[in-house]
């Protein structure tokens, strides 16, 4: 499918726009030599950026258009003023089959709220979720959902454990990854209500085309324990951001604890080499990339603030999931489990 | 008050009973000259543990009992089975006032229950919440609830703030703490509605006897934002134990990064008073102590799988909550707060 080798990137979204987008794109494009580009924005401002880079530029169609979504926009605002927006065209390419998947570095919620109205969910799903990819000790894992489903329900979670699979399969090329549900370990009440459901649901409906691990902890996320992590929305995007900012928390802290004699900073510049595969490990950049799962078309959304190594991963991730037929996975896997897992709420 | 210098200890509790409790309780007695020791145990065992420590002894009074709870006992059996049990008695001894706080690394959910029906929550207060400290870049905070409360109300959210400040103003030493409520940044969808109604509550409540600064993100717990965080109890505990997840994984990915080459090797021994701070600023036992807050009385509940340092800091602990009036001071803001907070859910 020709299609599947076109990319639609919003080219204004994120704090800075073209000048993160386009390099990002540059950078991917050397990765992904048989990948096009449709670059909707600002004709001149992309064009500006684009004539640094020829190579993208042969490869690239721009689309212009005036209407950006601002960063602070409410989503339902976006929606309503932005259909012609460079963010609600790269959406609609996709929608469209003029593009296999799109990126955008803009507003998180109008990013949503368009695909949703765009691209729609899935039959049987009642929202998309927001998947994000965590480094373990091992490799890495996926956790959703990171924000767009808070209070899910039962059914959900058990949704979230199909999509997320699907998304392992695509990516980590496992036939059966595992999956777990996150909970809390406190014995007195371990876990409310809406996630023993769950558990109960995933633990009773055989043949499911992954393995239920059933519970784990927040610590567990990061040993690797499972491929998937299953958790509503809530708890999932404040999991996301902690870890995030413990580890910016210990890189602040192991900085201070180099500087803070003559031998330590000699020992830091001799032991550089080994800071270096630290960082790299520690790099956020390297796991940039929200992907909208549970929609009938692919949606990556980068970090605003992130720079052109950031944004070439999202473009990055989006290529391999729509290579690997991740929607047409999902929709067989839904239409298959989704009902035999909810019957059980009606028995 | 004499019974403030006096600490009850559940002498049996956590994974290795007396052996970590006696050298603990030794510990933390040198820094406190002028605390009592009541330990509830098996006698023979904790006799011989104690005969290694003298100056302990020579404070302390063992209560014998030989029933203990079991680290994987359900609350409520051990509720029922577990009366005369060396967590029970403990607690029980605040209560009748021959001790002013306790301390037991048992089982969490057995621990919450007993002093739950021994102590009784202040009135007004539905369920105790569990109160952690947090380390942060500039010292440290507090996060309740950790894993007592799942699914909390807004009027609980509010009351978690009272019983933080309170905590804050006892350990921190500051006269109005700063509180945040935790929250997720999409903004499509900014929080469910018992977040949302906590925070406008919080904001529209005058004379609060502490600074309401809003939401906060996890990003920003360990940025040392605010004083206080508060959160209900299931994104809480997944919150806690994901940031503890974290940094071991990244002190693991150290480890790593330094072994990997001659060079790493040796500047990571130049640098070993830096990795010495580093690992000091991380250790957890520095932190061990959860608070069970809004109770007639002091419990703290240490980690079951600590050692004796860890074991110490959760008695300095309760023994600086104990000596700065904490209850006396919460059942006074609790009374004069709780009904100007929660009178606006009639309104």
Redesign the interface.
């Known amino acids: 499918m020709l299609s599947s080798r076109i990319v639609a990137l919003d080219a204004m979204g994120g704090d800075r726009g073209p000048d993160i987008v386009i390099p990002g794109a540059a950078l991917s494009s050397v990765r992904h030599p048989e990948l096009s580009f449709r670059l909707y924005g600002d004709n001149t401002e992309v064009s500006r950026v684009l004539k640094d880079h020829p190579d993208l530029a042969a490869r690239s169609e721009i689309i212009h258009t005036d209407v950006a979504v601002g960063m602070?926009d409410?989503?339902s605002q976006a929606v309503r003023r932005g259909k012609g927006s460079s963010m609600w065209q790269a959406v609609e390419a996709v929608k469209q089959g003029h593009a296999s998947f799109a990126v955008s570095a803009g507003?998180?919620?109008?990013l949503?709220?368009m695909s949703k109205l765009v691209l729609r969910p899935i039959a049987d799903i009642e929202r998309p979720a927001?998947a994000a990819l965590w480094?373990?000790?091992k490799s890495e894992c996926i956790v959703l959902d990171v924000?767009?489903n808070?209070?899910a329900s039962s059914a959900q979670l058990c949704d979230f454990a199909l999509m997320g699979a699907a998304m392992a399969r695509a990516i980590f090329h496992v036939e059966r990854p595992t999956v777990g549900l996150?909970n809390?370990?406190?014995?007195?009440?371990k876990?409310?209500e809406v996630v023993k459901q769950a558990h109960a649901w995933l633990r009773e409906t055989a043949d499911l085309p992954f393995v239920y691990h059933g519970f784990v902890?927040?610590?567990?996320?990061?040993?690797g324990l499972v491929d998937v992590v299953v958790?509503e929305?809530?708890?999932g995007?404040?999991?996301?951001?902690?870890?995030?900012?413990?580890?910016?928390?210990?890189a602040?802290?192991?900085r201070?604890?180099?500087?803070?004699?003559l031998?330590?900073?000699?020992?830091?510049?001799?032991?550089?080499?080994?800071?270096q595969?630290?960082r790299n490990?520690?790099d956020p950049r390297r796991m940039n990339g929200g992907t909208f799962l549970g929609l009938n078309g692919i949606v990556v959304k980068s970090h605003g603030g992130t720079d052109a190594l950031g944004f070439a991963s999202a473009v990055d991730l989006g290529y391999d999931l729509s290579e690997s037929g991740l929607v047409s996975r999902l929709r067989t896997d839904i239409e298959e489990f989704h009902g035999s897992i909810a019957s059980r709420l009606a028995s």
């Open positions: 602070n409410k989503p507003n998180t919620g109008a949503m709220a927001i480094p373990t000790v924000g767009a808070i209070n996150l809390v370990g406190v014995e007195e009440i876990g409310d902890e927040g610590d567990q996320i990061g040993q958790v929305g809530f708890a995007n404040i999991a996301l951001k902690t870890a995030e900012g413990t580890a910016r928390q210990i602040q802290y192991l201070d604890a180099m500087n803070r004699s031998l330590s900073r000699i020992g830091a510049i001799l032991a550089q080499g080994g800071f595969v630290l490990k520690m």
